[in-house]
């Protein structure tokens, strides 16, 4: 047998791992992943810290920048039409220069309308992960005016600070398909307040592809990790690759682990996540979750398994993964997740992981009925979901509410209520949610919990509060909308330039 111990002074989700978890689990009615990629480790060691070193997968390739030359076919030209030109030339020269300066000054003036509320530029990453300025320059002044590409997928994530603030990242791609993210790092007395808690938006160097897919969850363990946020992302030849962002270490930007594994996913699978699962679709359309091995005492580590579920859901359905109980303890285990989709019917599905299987822990507390209403839904059409804590309930089970969008470019949202004693579906169309962009993508927070967070406690799913937030694209902007008492209400846009 195998034995693992955590050791405080590396980075749990990134260190050098011999062997594979103890007791892997292979669920019933799941099949293991064979993987047709060769593992690439690096156990070489930096002067600070263990890390993992992975295979680096490929950018794009690098044009040659291409120069366009004059032709010039007459021959024999007189001195005076050189002249001419010279004097054309220097002309010209001071025409642009003349521009530029004017440019600079434009361009200063755009930079500090995108500063954060306390004043701060942009922040960007270079290809090792070290933070640059964005600030505006004459030359990309309206490139950076608009930072969000139109119907970029969106993922969010976040985790409650110690001190009861909110600390969120919502990710998506720009117009030249680079992946950004705005934070909310907000004071307790801020909360539900969306007018000054966001940062300017950073850029992070990824291999993601066009019109890529995007997951988030924040792994919450520790004092090394309060939180680590995890990005998954499709890339180029349909890979599953992930991106962590943690501000405890340098650089703050870094390769996962789960790389090197060399997941392929189908072309146009969608992407959903809570720590530790991550739910795709392969090219057969049948669904997979991706689990990290968790050490004794659900202690992250540098290795996954991947298993197929017993899932076929429509080609390209949209996913949404939610928590099943305010616990993290059970979350890990069986039954503690489900996942939302759009069966090949085109109807809105739901599964919880291994409900059925013999091993479930037979005092599971089944937080809602799986059977849903029925709902036709668009094809491939967007969906979010997220889960807070059921009050006054000692058997930590969870509400939850799922949105997706109708064919009029209305969200709808589908949710548990309690109004009758045991939990039913009910659905409502909050007049706060009509008019979304019809290429919009959905992104609800679900809030992190850990077995063990920096004060030594656990961390449980909470209630409903001002922070229980979704996002959405309409008329170009990320909406923001956060629930009020059994109604949804739009906040404000978060204020990406």
Known sequence: MISHSYNSDTQPGLEVVQGAADGAEVVPQERGYDHQWPEVRDTSQNETKELLVVAKYPGPPAYPEVIKEHDDREQGSKKRRRRLWILIGALTGLVVVLAAALGGTLGARAAAGGSSADGSSAGATTANGTATSTATTPSNTQQRL???????????????????????????????????????????????????????????????????????????????????????????????????????????FTDDSVNAKQYTMGPNSSLASYWPWTVYQDSAD???????????????????????????????????????????????????????????????????????????????????PTALPSIDL??????AALSVARPSDPRQRVDTHVWYLDASSNINVLYTDLSSGSPVWRSSQPAALRGADPDTSLACLNMATSPLAADGKPRLLELASADTKCYFQRGGLVMEARLDGGDWVVTGNVPIP
């Not at 668009?378 to 969906?383: F, H, L, M, Y």
């Open 378 to 383: 668009p094809q491939r059409a967007p969906i």
């Open 146 to 252: 608009q930072q969000i590409r139109q119907g970029s997928s969106l993922a969010v994530t976040g985790i409650r600070k110690l001190d009861g603030g909110l600390d969120a990242f919502l990710f998506y791609q720009d117009p030249q398909d680079e992946v950004r993210f705005s934070r909310c790092n907000a004071a307790p007395a801020s909360a539900g307040d969306t007018k000054n808690c966001w940062d300017v938006p950073t850029t992070i160097n990824t291999f993601a592809r066009a019109n890529a897919q995007l997951s988030a969850s924040t792994i919450l363990y520790g004092d090394k990790m309060n939180g680590q946020t995890q990005l998954v992302y499709s890339g180029d030849r349909n890979r599953y690759l992930s991106s962590n962002i943690n501000e405890q270490y340098t650089p703050r």
């Open 286 to 368: 049948r669904l997979h979750h991706v689990r990290n091995l968790l050490l004794s005492g659900d202690a992250p580590q540098a290795d996954w398994d991947n298993n197929v579920m017993e899932i076929t859901a429509l080609n390209g359905s949209r996913l949404a993964v939610v928590p099943m109980s305010t616990n993290m303890t059970r979350i890990t285990q069986k039954g503690g997740y489900a996942v939302f989709y759009q069966n090949p019917q085109g109807r809105l599905s739901v599964s919880i992981t291994s409900l059925d299987s013999p091993q479930l822990d037979p005092t599971y507390p089944l937080s809602w």
